[in-house]
């Protein structure tokens, strides 16, 4: 046997000085650290599309039956192949010129969108402890009853403000469920004509599924029954069974199952310093510092590790559209509340997932990121600027449209009115470079899940052509060319 040879011993080479990149990552991490940040997003109370009753919602959420004139799906204005929205400034819910297409190509048959909002996404919708829509309208509240237990439960526009609604569980995405499809904009349209209280509508959605009562526009197909009963695992009648509380249930069970979390940020939050590139850990830098040490501050309302408050903060983001009051004004969170110190405030979106979720803002004002990022900087200027360049008609769904200026009609005064609200709060606008500005959209991007922005890892939570289509009306959603999404 051959003797053993040691190796020659070298000396050790010197220490490499300090990169930039091991420099930011330990600035990254004392900012992470005092954000109290670990990378996991909590997902407690959610479930799987493989669950009975998410491949059930999934169903529902994607039949047109539900809209009063069976010509308009959940999944319309909210599609998984669009982050969970539909790429639109503005909804275009009953009355299109074509009925499964989704995205840009959808248009109303008077040409201008009726919905006075942008569509939220719906990806993680079922992690929003508190409230949802732009105004929080379906809002989890704590209230003391005449005996003085503290009683907890959700508020709905059905209750009112602040009051619980008995007729509903205490599950936001439950009681979300209820309302689009009372909406004549939305989804009803001129549908149950006869049904004079939002009650009446659901009923008569609930019988049209079941085949049961007396319905007035039965389905030619339904097989609902079948899939109830498989999915709640009992042969009650359809009666009993295909109420509007189990549609909900069902469809709110399909939204809790569309959690997407797994970003390079938070995979780099949880010690894979690989996950992020040198632009985007600067990014990050700025996100999480103060204007007042150099940085732009956006964790005072995003923070977390959903990046969100869950607030309502008026930000004077343009307002284009017909409004929500009868002068074309949207007042936002002060509609619900009747509070002045609410007007043109919104709720504070999630940036998960925000790179797929364009337009941006509650009126979907903004094509892209970087234009968000440029308000915050100078928002009267944005302002000014934006309608300079002819407001509704500059953006990418308005902008062939011949009275797209309709759109804009009250708008400036609307908008000016939040700007002289927002001089009037803490908010200070940043002062940004314009390369700054480009870090600071390269660290948004970084908070895409990795299913999210993959197809392939997206088609299940569309139904597929081998899944049972239980009444004909399934949405096939097309582009306007007709390709499929």
């Known amino acids: 046997m051959a003797a053993f040879t040691p190796r020659p011993r070298f000396p050790p080479p010197p220490p490499v000085p300090p990169t930039q990149e091991s420099q930011l990552d330990r600035q990254l991490n004392t900012l992470i650290t005092v954000n109290g940040l670990t990378g996991e997003v ?25 809209g009063g004139e069976s010509s308009v799906a959940c999944a319309s204005c ?27 190509g959808r248009r109303h048959v008077d040409g201008l969108a009726k919905v006075p909002r942008n569509s939220p996404t719906i990806f993680n919708s079922g992690l929003s402890p508190n409230a949802l829509f732009w105004d929080g309208r379906i809002e989890r509240i704590r209230t003391v009853d005449q005996n003085g237990e503290a009683k907890v439960g959700i508020s709905t526009p059905d209750s009112g403000f602040g009051v619980i609604d008995e007729a509903v569980p205490n599950n936001l995405l439950n009681a979300l469920s209820r309302f689009p499809v009372t909406s004549k904009e939305e989804m ?12 009446a509508i659901r009923s008569h959605i609930a019988a049209k599924i079941g085949g049961y009562a007396s319905e007035e526009a039965p389905l030619a197909t339904n097989d609902w029954l079948t899939q109830f009963r498989q999915a709640f695992g009992n042969n009650r009648p359809a009666e009993d069974l295909i109420t509007f509380d189990s549609i909900a249930m069902a469809l709110g069970r399909y939204q809790q199952s569309l959690n997407f979390v797994d970003t390079h940020w938070h995979r780099y939050v949880r010690g894979d310093k690989s996950a992020l590139t040198q632009a ?82 509650h009126s979907g004002v903004f094509d892209h990121l970087s234009q968000v ?64 500005i480009d870090e600071l959209v390269e660290f948004l991007n970084a908070l895409t899940d990795v299913c999210a922005s993959s197809r392939d890892c997206i088609d299940k939570y569309i139904p597929s052509q081998q899944q049972t289509d239980p009444d004909n009306l399934r949405l096939n959603a097309t582009d306007a060319r007709g390709n499929s999404l």
């Open 280 to 361: 985007q850990k600067r990014g990050a830098v700025l996100f999480f510092t103060q204007p007042n040490q150099g940085g732009a501050g956006c964790v005072t309302c995003h923070s977390g590790e959903r990046f969100t408050n869950d607030g309502f903060f008026n930000l004077a983001f343009p307002q284009i559209g017909p409004g929500k009051t009868a002068q074309g004004q949207d007042l936002g969170r002060a509609t619900i509340t009747q509070n002045v110190q609410d007007n043109f405030a919104f709720r504070v979106p999630s940036l998960i997932n925000v790179a797929l979720t364009a337009p941006y803002g």
């Open 78 to 104: 909210h599609h998984p192949a669009l982050g969970g929205a539909d790429a639109l400034s503005l909804a275009i819910g009953v009355d299109t010129e074509q009925e499964d297409v989704v995205g840009r």
């Open 373 to 436: 990022v440029r308000h915050y900087v100078n928002p009267r200027r944005s302002v000014d600027d934006y309608f300079a360049r002819g407001g509704a008609c500059f953006l990418v769904q308005f902008r062939r449209d011949e009275n797209c200026n309709d759109l804009n009609e009250g708008a400036i005064e609307s908008t000016h009115q939040a700007l002289r609200l927002l001089a009037q709060t803490p908010f200070q606008p940043v002062r940004l470079s314009p390369s700054e």
């Open 188 to 199: 009803r349209g001129t549908g149950f004509e006869n049904a004079q209280t939002n009650q």
């Open 42 to 66: 909590h997902t407690h109370g959610t479930t799987t599309i493989d669950d009975p009753l998410a491949q059930l919602g999934m169903k529902l959420f994607f039949t047109k039956a539900l």
